[in-house]
C-alpha cells in the first residue's frame, strides 16, 4: 500500500521535535509523502526546513490561516513575498479560507473573505492549487470558490453535506476534498453520508496531524502512520477492495499535486 498524507503539520510542536521517529514510523505504514500546511508567517520558516531535510519526503504548502486576518498588511505582505521567493519548493497555497467557529464578528468576517479572495488570486498568479479550511462557514466558502475559480482545490477536513458537495461539483475546476480522522468516528454521519455519494477520484488521504487522530488513537497525537485506518474506514463506507482503492487514492495524490511515482 503507497500513501500520500496530503495535509499534516509536522512543523506543530507535538510532532516537530521527534519528526524523525513519527517519518519513520510513516514509511513503514506505506507513506511515501506528506504536505506540511503553513498556517501563518511564523510557521514557514520550520515548513521549508523540512523540506530541506527531507527532500523526497516532506513537501511544503504555505498560506496563512483565516484565524489570522487581522494581521496588519505588512505581515500579509511579507508572506506573500517569503512564498514568491521559495516558489521553487512550494506545491500549494495553504491553508486558506474561512473560520467563523469563534467568531462571528462582521469585521472579522470581511477581514478574513477578503484575505481568502486575495490567497486564491496569488494562487492563480502562481499556478498553484489551494488548500481550503471552511469551518463554520459552507456557503461563503462556496460562494467565494463559485467567483473566483481557482484551478485546482483541495477542500481540506471537509465537514460539508451532500447538498454543499453538489454544488462544488457543478463547478469548472479541479476539485478534491481532504477525507481523515474524523470518517472513523462513530457519529461522523455527515462525512460518511459525503463519501458514500461522492466518487473516491474526488478523496484526498490526510490526517491533520498531530490534530484529529482516528479511531481508536482518538484524542492521542495524530501521525501520518495512522492513514491505513482511514482507508479502512472509506473503503468499508464505499464497499471497494481496500487495496484497488488505496491505489487509486494515491493516485489521486500523485496528480493533485504534479508528483511523479
Not at 500520500?4 to 506543530?12: E, G, L, P, V
Not at 506540511?36 to 527531507?54: A, K, V
Not at 481532504?178 to 490526510?206: D, M, P, W
Not at 474506514?233 to 493533485?256: H, M, N, P, R
Amino acid at each position: 500500500m503507497k500513501i500520500i498524507d496530503t495535509h499534516c503539520h509536522y512543523n506543530d510542536d507535538q510532532i516537530y521535535p521527534i519528526v524523525e521517529e513519527v517519518i519513520q514510523r510513516a514509511k513503514s505504514a506505506g507513506v511515501t509523502a506528506i504536505f506540511n500546511n503553513g498556517d501563518s508567517l511564523e510557521s514557514f520558516d520550520r515548513i521549508l526546513e523540512l523540506q530541506d531535510r527531507y527532500p523526497d519526503f516532506c513537501h511544503s504548502v504555505l498560506g496563512i490561516h483565516p484565524e489570522h486576518a487581522n494581521h496588519e498588511q505588512s505581515y500579509f505582505e511579507e508572506s506573500y513575498r517569503k512564498i514568491k521567493d521559495n516558489l521553487d519548493k512550494i506545491s500549494a497555497i495553504g491553508e486558506i479560507g474561512l473560520d467563523y467557529h469563534y467568531s462571528k464578528d462582521p469585521d472579522y468576517i470581511q477581514a478574513q473573505k477578503n484575505r481568502f479572495i486575495e490567497q486564491i488570486r496569488l494562487a492563480k498568479e502562481l499556478r498553484l492549487p489551494i488548500v481550503v479550511h471552511s469551518r463554520d462557514a459552507d456557503f461563503d466558502t462556496l460562494d467565494i470558490i463559485r467567483q473566483e475559480l481557482p484551478e485546482k482545490v483541495d477542500l481540506h477536513c471537509f465537514s460539508g453535506s451532500v447538498e454543499i458537495l453538489k454544488e462544488y461539483l457543478k463547478l469548472p475546476i479541479d476539485f478534491h476534498i481532504g477525507v481523515g480522522g474524523v470518517v472513523t468516528f462513530k457519529n461522523a454521519r455527515v462525512i460518511k453520508e459525503v463519501v458514500q455519494y461522492c466518487s473516491e477520484k474526488i478523496i484526498l488521504t490526510e490526517t491533520d496531524a498531530p490534530y484529529l487522530a482516528p479511531t481508536p488513537h482518538r484524542g492521542e497525537r495524530n501521525e501520518s502512520s495512522f492513514i491505513p485506518l482511514i482507508i479502512e474506514a472509506i473503503a468499508s463506507l464505499k464497499l471497494l477492495d481496500k487495496e484497488e482503492l488505496s491505489k487509486t487514492l494515491y493516485e489521486q495524490g500523485l496528480k493533485f499535486y504534479g508528483l511523479s511515482e
